[in-house]
């Protein structure tokens, strides 16, 4: 069953009826300042850092689902009712949601009362608009009261969750006109309030939660609202809210408008107080004065809208498959933008309190938005290099707020390193700009010990070499990629970390997995260094990858795929020789993507066998069979119940991998089913199965092992997203940006008739049109640049130049044999 519909003109994802299968969210924001915005007005907000910086309060878990959100309660002469539905569940006579690029709308009636809210971070500002809209549709005047609704988190999230003999007597608020502000700490170490406002005189406000609600009342029966009245209560102590409480005559036809404003102000140190104990209010004055009207507010939405419109025309694709063209064209490279903003913070998933970002999670997250924020993606891998250590590896998350690398997880996984040569080389490929490599960054976030972005990416190429086991494979640390592959761990305890206990160099344990990405990425290594005159260590690097390779095809080859790695005793994981876990995904699909086994045959073999092991209707599970038990030596891979997350999910992820993969042999038909069947669009008349939003990629799909098979878990913040996005765009539609330029490489399905991409690329746009009448897989007869054929070598090597002259160039691409 479908819960709404695409609407591709306005890029956005209407939803119909408000009980969707579970809350289906949109992001609101794009710079400083973030809302989580669920399709009944749930969610929360913070500037900067989920966890630091928490605006509103949000309990995730909590019953019923997804209560706490930014709420509007009306109340119609005695009848009482929310039209975002929640929290009061209301019967309403109409209701929609659209989810847009970094705005949400939610409208709907009852009993001739319409409502409508628009909701978005405007750009440069550290604030959430909400635009509400009320029209009266009956033919009989109507006295309407109507309540806002926050409730405020004491900033630091974690602390708002845990502290309650503390928090409990801090909270405090200050209330002047109709604006409420929330200033719990700011008389001691904070320079920051938030400020709840609306543009319109009100009748009174409440501030203390209890008073507003009653003890024992949920958000579902505000006392206040049932009463219709405001108690103008000051919270002091225990849990701050912000409600206005305004009278809204409407005649039959009239419409009102009111602009409520959630800021986030700062004071410099001694300029905090206007007066002993009354904040200084400039910032708020400036910021609310900025949006203090229906047509500001509006005006700020348009140029929000402009901004997204700029950034997703670099990319743009039209099919006639619509579901693979809104997907590639506008939701893939919008969930890319929020995992550039998010890394994995906060979600419906992610409590914005657990990890930072990721070094390998940041490095692969660039490879879905270097080509829409190429400058945004420099500074990015700069922060992120700059956590590595001098020997190469490198701490495994740093936090947002500081770029400072995390010592409670500190490093030891040892595919790490390479993911940096990877997503410079995307950065390279995609700008032309070398330069980076000069940059100073320092190692351990030490200035003394900076060195060039180049020899970042050395000692990360080194590292790898470095770092083998006995079979002269790449040594897996704590974990690689699958970080729930802890070889190294034999972890008993429970509670204890699997990735971060002890014992973790047995010097044994190996990973075919990073051998394949060494032979991946290191190529682009090697290319760097001789574009960039450094033959020697050309040499160097294309000896060190060839001998990989040959470590791969003896080490790492099983007869029908390729082995996943080797445990502490050196015992071969992915292999059939195991009894559970005899092969996974990973390592066949990378291996593939390297190009290793093409011409031997191999590469089609491990496909066909992944094919053959790992299919489902959902997707490729990640390893067959499911482990049953839980085994020390392998750690919390098999923690897992049979068909959940590492143990034989769907683990999206690594889908693409197999899709590039496919591509790499010509098999269209195949790359194409692959790539299909994780995407969201495809599965939007299956809601209630996969649940999740029809709009965005989640990380995990319940395996074929699992009672869920099919459900899926984690949308938003995964690195499904970049590589699905690189899976498609790259190697599907084949626009590939390579050092030289852009390729041309498609590899499509032969009923596919063609399609046409555009592409801003080096200060140039490329309008790419390809032609499939002939109904290959693969090939290309015949490519026209500005009227001009390629010919000869030109043709076969299907680079077009980087144009970098601000026009726009039609490239006609014909495919066949
Ligand atoms: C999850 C992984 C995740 C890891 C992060 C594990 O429990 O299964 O997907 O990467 O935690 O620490
Ligand atoms: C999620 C993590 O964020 C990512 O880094 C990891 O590769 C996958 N889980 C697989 O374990």
Not at 193 to 214: C, H, K, M, S
Not at 439 to 446: A, G, S
Not at 529 to 554: L, S
Request: a negative charge; hydrophobic letters at 35%.
């Amino acid at each position: 069953m479908q819960y709404g519909h695409f609407d591709d003109n306005a890029r956005e994802y209407v939803i119909t009826r408000p009980d969707t299968p579970y809350p289906w969210i949109n992001y609101l924001g794009c710079e400083d300042f973030f809302g989580l915005f669920s399709n009944t007005s749930g969610g929360y907000c913070f500037c900067r850092d989920a966890r630091m910086l928490r605006l509103t309060r949000y309990r995730y878990n909590n019953v019923p689902a997804d209560s706490g959100g930014r709420y509007f309660y009306l109340r119609d002469e005695g009848d009482v009712w929310t039209p975002s539905w929640m929290p009061m569940k209301s019967s309403l006579d109409r209701y929609e949601c659209r989810h847009g690029m970094g705005y949400s709308k939610i409208s709907s009636a009852r009993n001739g009362l319409a409502f409508s809210q628009v909701s978005f971070v405007p750009l440069h500002d550290t604030c959430e608009i909400h635009k509400v809209t009320l029209t009266n549709e009956s033919n009989i005047d109507k006295r309407i009261d109507m309540f806002s609704f926050i409730e405020f988190c004491l900033w630091n999230a974690n602390d708002d969750m845990t502290n309650f003999q503390r928090n409990f007597s801090i909270g405090e608020v200050e209330i002047d006109g109709s604006r409420i502000y929330h200033k719990t700490e700011y008389r001691e170490r904070r320079n920051h309030y938030a400020v709840w406002a609306v543009n319109v005189p009100i009748e009174g406000f409440d501030t203390d939660r209890q008073t507003f609600l009653g003890l024992y009342n949920g958000f579902d029966h505000p006392q206040a609202v049932f009463e219709g009245e405001a108690k103008n209560s000051v919270a002091s102590g225990w849990a701050p809210v912000g409600s206005h409480h305004i009278k809204a005559r409407l005649a039959p036809g009239e419409v009102k408008t009111f602009v409520f404003v959630l800021g986030y102000c700062e004071n410099h140190e001694d300029q905090k107080w206007e007066r002993p104990g009354v904040i200084n209010k400039k910032p708020a004055n400036i910021l609310l004065e900025k949006y203090g009207t229906s047509n500001a507010a509006d005006k700020a939405l348009a140029a929000l809208n402009e901004y997204w419109k700029n950034l997703l025309g670099r990319f743009t694709v039209d099919a006639e498959d619509k579901k693979m063209a809104r997907m590639a064209g506008v939701w893939n490279q919008y969930q890319c933008m929020v995992t550039f903003n998010m890394s994995r913070s906060a979600s419906y998933f992610e409590s914005g309190i657990g990890r930072g970002m990721g070094f390998r999670d940041s490095n692969q997250d660039l490879l879905g938005f270097v080509h829409l924020v190429p400058e945004r993606a420099r500074s990015r891998i700069l922060d992120i290099a700059a956590t590595q250590f001098p020997d190469g590896s490198a701490y495994h998350q740093y936090q947002p707020l500081t770029k400072r690398g995390n010592n409670e997880v500190g490093s030891g996984f040892n595919d790490d390193p390479l993911w940096l040569i990877c997503g410079t080389a995307a950065y390279i490929k995609e700008t032309g700009d070398y330069g980076i490599l000069e940059e100073k960054v320092p190692f351990d976030n030490n200035d003394a010990l900076a060195d060039t972005l180049f020899v970042h990416l050395k000692r990360s190429f080194d590292y790898t070499v470095t770092h083998t086991g006995p079979h002269g494979l790449p040594l897996i640390g704590r974990a690689d990629w699958n970080d729930c592959l802890n070889l190294n761990c034999f972890s008993k305890t429970p509670g204890e970390s699997f990735q971060t206990t002890a014992n973790y160099e047995s010097g044994v344990a190996e990973s075919v997995l990073i051998a394949a990405i060494f032979a991946f990425t290191g190529p682009d290594y090697a290319e760097i260094c001789r574009r960039t005159n450094r033959i020697e260590e050309a040499e160097y690097a294309e000896k060190a990858i060839a001998k990989m390779i040959e470590v791969i095809d003896q080490h790492g080859w099983d007869g029908d795929w390729f082995v996943r790695a080797y445990d502490a005793y050196g015992k071969k994981i992915g292999s059939r020789e195991c009894e559970d876990g005899k092969i996974f995904i990973e390592s066949n699909g990378f291996a593939v993507m390297a190009d290793i086994g093409i011409k031997d045959g191999r590469a089609r073999k491990a496909l066909d066998s992944v094919k053959e092991h790992l299919e489902s209707p959902y997707g490729i599970v990640l390893l067959q069979p499911a482990y049953k038990d839980y085994h020390l030596e392998l750690g919390e891979v098999s923690s897992y119940p049979p068909g959940y997350k590492e143990n034989a999910g769907i683990f999206c992820h690594n889908n693409p991998w197999v899709t590039i993969a496919e591509t790499r042999l010509g098999r269209g038909n195949r790359a194409f089913e692959t790539y299909a069947k994780i995407c969201p669009a495809y599965r939007e008349d299956d809601s209630d199965l996969r649940r999740l939003e029809p709009y965005v990629y989640a990380q995990m799909v319940a395996g074929k092992d699992a009672v869920r098979h099919g459900e899926a878990k984690n949308s938003w913040l995964t690195g499904t997203a970049a590589w699905t996005f690189v899976s498609i765009s790259q190697y599907i539609l084949g626009v590939r940006p390579v050092f030289d330029g852009l390729m041309i490489d498609p590899c499509i399905p032969s009923s596919m008739k063609g399609f046409t991409v555009t592409r801003h690329f080096r200060g140039a746009d490329y309008h790419i049109t390809v032609d499939n009448g002939a109904g290959v897989e693969k090939g290309i007869k015949s490519i026209m640049v500005d009227g001009n054929s390629l010919d000869g070598e030109a043709l076969k090597k299907a680079v077009l130049p980087a144009f970098g002259d601000n026009k726009a160039h039609n490239i006609i691409v014909t495919m066949g044999k």
